[in-house]
């Protein structure tokens, strides 16, 4: 067992761990923050993708103990006294959510893209999430709420073009935009 005092969503913790625990399973099993979902434990879908000291990271390629002494934000801790982070509020009003499996290491992602680039164009945002996989295939709702919540006008453009081809192909013609 190794000793570790890492801060997660704000609460230090100081723990025992097994040197060959996952973060993802200290977060979830051991302090139970379950926000944070095990996706393909591969590493490749990224639902589990987690802050650690300011950088994102996919907590089932991270070891608890190289944690220690670090700082942890999960889905759970973007909230604040009861209120959603925008990334939050516009993946729920942008309808981006579909089964929410992925929806989690979508929002830490994005949140890290905003940091470096609080205006993005929609290529950027594809971009900064091609290490995250939504099965549902619901990008673009996805890249609408990242552009929503960074108020980017590309938002009401993605709307559009996503409902004309919507529309095209319920009616069986070709989007032409």
Same mark, same amino acid.
């Given at each position: ?22 973060? =993802?399973?200290?977060? /979830? $099993?051991? @302090?139970?923050?379950?926000?944070? !979902?095990?996706?393909? %434990? ?64 979508? =929002?830490?992602?994005? /949140? $890290?893209? @905003?940091?470096?680039?609080?205006? !993005?164009?929609?290529? %950027? ?53």
């Amino acid at each position: 067992m190794t000793r570790i005092s890492v801060k997660v969503d704000g609460t230090t913790y100081e723990d025992e761990v097994e040197p060959r625990l996952l973060l =993802i399973h200290y977060l /979830r $099993d051991r @302090l139970g923050l379950t926000g944070t !979902p095990i996706g393909c %434990d591969t590493s490749n879908c990224g639902a589990c993708t987690v802050d650690l000291d300011g950088e994102t990271v996919k907590s089932c390629s991270v070891l608890t103990v190289q944690a220690d002494g670090s700082e942890v934000t999960t889905v759970q801790g973007l909230a604040s006294n009861g209120e959603w982070h925008p990334l939050q509020k516009a993946f729920h009003e942008c309808h981006a959510l579909q089964c929410g499996y992925c929806t989690p290491g979508m =929002i830490m992602a994005a /949140r $890290d893209l @905003l940091r470096e680039n609080p205006q !993005p164009g929609a290529d %950027d945002v594809r971009h900064a999430l091609e290490g995250n996989l939504c099965r549902c295939t619901g990008y673009q709702n996805i890249v609408r709420a990242v552009l929503a919540a960074s108020g980017s006008p590309e938002a009401s453009v993605a709307s559009t073009a996503s409902t004309t081809a919507a529309a095209s192909a319920a009616s069986g013609q070709e989007a032409r935009t």
